[in-house]
């Protein structure tokens, strides 16, 4: 196996070369042009995909999932239908956009129930499912720890001011360079084996401390922006509008749940 670690390869010409089986880590590849090149099997995990063009090409059986806008497939704009498709799915996800102190209200009781209910299907399985990678995603309990992060990092943190609220067992994004340092406070322990009981305490705490902020919220304080934090860390320490940070967590909230419930199903048909 050949290795190309930290070379400088711009403008290099690949023709008629067998890449098959190759893994691509950290690797620029702006302004690449394929061409005549098969991608069957491929996978593409922590991309990003700006101002690309594909031209007499073959889709089949693909499956893209992510931030997707401006995009464009025989010329036809088909995001806004993505969009449109998810709504009538998945009624309450049109809830997840609230435009009023009500509506945050609303829609943080659905993201409750809806919890609630996932959690009960995941108490049905084997508890050493609930720790298994389903085609190397997070586990469920795994999913659990990171929406922890997410509430440590962008309620308690950025909303309430806490410097570093940050429990152990909280999980942090993935990262393509492992050995990139991590924010200060967060750590990144993928061994750990805390039993669901024991995650479901921590994120308990930190779902009341969501609840709290949008039931003291009013119209007026949707716009208003939060304090920067006086401490080093993730989030950033700056000023951001009170509004787009809780429509983050919603976000985050409601995705992860459907990949959890994507994964419980494939756990359920294998046990049985």
Same mark, same amino acid.
């Given at each position: 196996m050949t290795e190309f670690i930290e070379q400088d390869?711009?403008?290099s010409g690949f023709r008629r070369v067998n890449l098959s089986g190759s893994r691509f880590r950290l690797v620029q590849l702006g302004g690449v042009e394929f061409c005549g090149c098969e991608f069957a099997d491929t996978r593409f995990r922590i991309v990003e995909m700006y101002g690309v063009k594909m031209r007499g090409v073959e889709l089949q059986d693909v499956e893209i999932?992510?931030?997707i806008g401006n995009l464009r497939v025989n010329g036809v704009e088909v995001a806004g239908l993505v969009e449109a498709e998810l709504d009538r799915r998945y009624p309450d996800r049109a809830r997840m956009r609230p435009t009023d102190a009500s509506g945050f209200r609303q829609a943080w009781q659905i993201l409750e129930r809806l919890w609630d209910g996932t959690v009960d299907r995941a108490r049905q399985l084997d508890p050493d499912l609930l720790h298994q990678s389903v085609d190397g995603e997070w586990s469920f309990i795994q999913t659990l720890r990171h929406l922890i992060l997410v509430t440590d990092g962008w309620v308690r943190r950025t909303i309430l001011g806490e410097p570093s609220p940050f429990d152990p067992l909280g999980l942090p994004?993935?990262?393509?360079?492992p050995d990139r340092p991590l924010p200060q406070g967060i750590t990144r322990d993928l061994d750990a084996r805390p039993s669901l009981d024991t995650v479901l305490e921590l994120r308990r705490d930190r779902m009341a401390s969501v609840r709290q902020v949008i &039931?003291?919220?009013t119209d007026e304080s949707l716009d208003s922006d939060t304090r920067p934090? &006086?401490?080093p860390g993730w989030p950033e320490?700056?000023?951001?509008?009170?509004r787009k940070v809780l429509l983050h967590v919603f976000h985050e909230e409601w995705e992860h749940r459907l990949y959890a419930e994507r994964d419980l199903d494939t756990l359920q048909a294998m046990s049985g």
């Open positions: 390869l711009t403008d999932s992510g931030d994004w993935d990262d393509p360079d &039931e003291d919220l934090v &006086e401490a320490s700056r000023s951001r509008r009170l």
